[in-house]
DNA sequence: TAGATTGTTAATCGATTAACAATC
DNA sequence: TAGATTGTTAATCGATTAACAATC
């Protein structure tokens, strides 16, 4: 489903439609049938008109007066996010972390279907994780030409990461999911997502010592507590 | 080290701090000794004004026509985000994930120690994880009355995820790392940060959608691509 | 109908970018 | 000194929040 405005979509909108997606599904095993933005809002954390506004790029979904039919919600965010069909993922790294991704049921929940799993280490290659075989990344065009995936993962040592990309990016991928600690160098089109714990960690800390009294211009934190990513 | 100027710091400031931190340990690997906001630019994709904004916050760390003292910035960082000593975590989940990231060598290059892993699951409980013996979530609190650790990350399924955190700032911790996708309840003064692959992969999955002509509003992701997070 | 709640426009807020005087 | 580059102020841009007319 195409913003209909013709309004940018704020990145940050794309985000929470995957936040009220989740929420919708816990409300229709609840047998809830309908809600309004106010009470979606105490579900959330995220308040009512940024709710409203967020769907109101990509058209109406609401009845004034009434509020929101809750599985037609649902099913409608998740065509704007292409939730409703199957996403193939490439995932390059087989260790740890890869091992944990391809493991995590989270991601068949959300039509998301890793297709292959790649390594450069030869120790690796042949063997088994989980359900998959680790195939050599030297093989991950020839092999994307059959899996035709648009999403590719990266799960590699820092030093590997940009190879890793360079690999995806010749084989169709898309849209890159990062977790290796560098800046990767694409070209126009493709969008690159980092999720970096270092990160992650490296701004809680920060938050820790403000609260040490170390610091007494702290900056307002009042109302980030609560607040979903 | 607190903000000099009473400002408010923007957590997304913070995060860039993060990246500016892990390119300077490259350049002193490197041997470069001294370094022009534009040519980090360069290196990290951020714009130069924004490098220097984001300085501003804590102080003035270069030299007008010259340029930033590689090691001395980079130590200001470290000092700024607390990533000059080191910081106590603890882990609740010893699934998947959980084992990824005790085995993550990234956590002890940034002095983050993992002290302690729990589990709910008496099947895990006593077993051994890497180095770590995993405990039960029930002595959280009584193990962290003598590990005092101000940080905890979440790696438990989504249903267990509330009570994790209650168990954590029961604990004292302060600052939360969820895994889960949940939305959190904390008092006031914790702060939550959110890591949802799911949400990352729902981002790109929109993406790729943009780019097959669906849609002939497509939103201007003309700068995304080379984007740090 | 009266009350509730939407979708949207306008106002506010905050973050990014640009420009430049100060300074090495 | 002349050239380079900082730190900061002001301008721009974009996202969030508030308000309200439309509508069920």
């Known amino acids: 489903m195409p913003p209909t405005t ?27 049938t309908t809600i309004s933005s106010a009470s979606l809002e105490t ?13 109101s790029y990509f058209g109406e979904f609401g009845k004034p007066g009434v509020g929101y039919e809750v599985s037609h919600l649902r099913e409608s965010i998740a065509r704007i996010l292409r939730m409703d069909r199957e996403q193939r993922v490439l995932l390059v790294g087989a260790g740890n972390l890869g091992a944990a991704l391809v493991g995590y049921p989270g991601l068949k929940e959300q039509r998301l279907r890793l297709v292959a799993v790649f390594d450069n280490n030869y120790a690796k290659i042949g063997r088994r994780l989980w359900d998959m075989q680790i195939l050599d990344v030297a093989t991950l065009t020839e092999v994307n030409r059959e899996m035709r995936a648009g999403i590719g993962i990266i799960a590699v040592p820092r030093q590997a990461a940009q ?27 493709v969008m690159v997502r980092n ?13 820790l010592a403000s ?9 307002d934190y009042s109302n980030v507590e609560n607040y979903e990513v």
Do not use: C, M, W
């Open 43 to 55: 579900h959330t954390g995220i308040p009512a008109a940024q709710f409203r506004k967020d769907l």
């Open 163 to 189: 190879g890793a990309a360079d690999a995806l990016i010749a084989a169709g991928v898309r849209a890159i999911l990062n977790f290796a600690p560098a800046t990767l160098r694409v070209p126009p089109g």
């Open 6 to 32: 013709g309004q940018r979509v704020p990145i940050a909108a794309l985000e929470r439609l995957a936040t009220y997606h989740r929420h919708l599904l816990d409300l229709e095993q609840e047998r809830i």
């Open 211 to 219: 609260l040490d009294g170390e610091d007494v211009t702290t900056p």
């Open 195 to 207: 999720v970096s714990f270092v990160q992650e960690l490296a701004v809680l800390s920060y938050h």
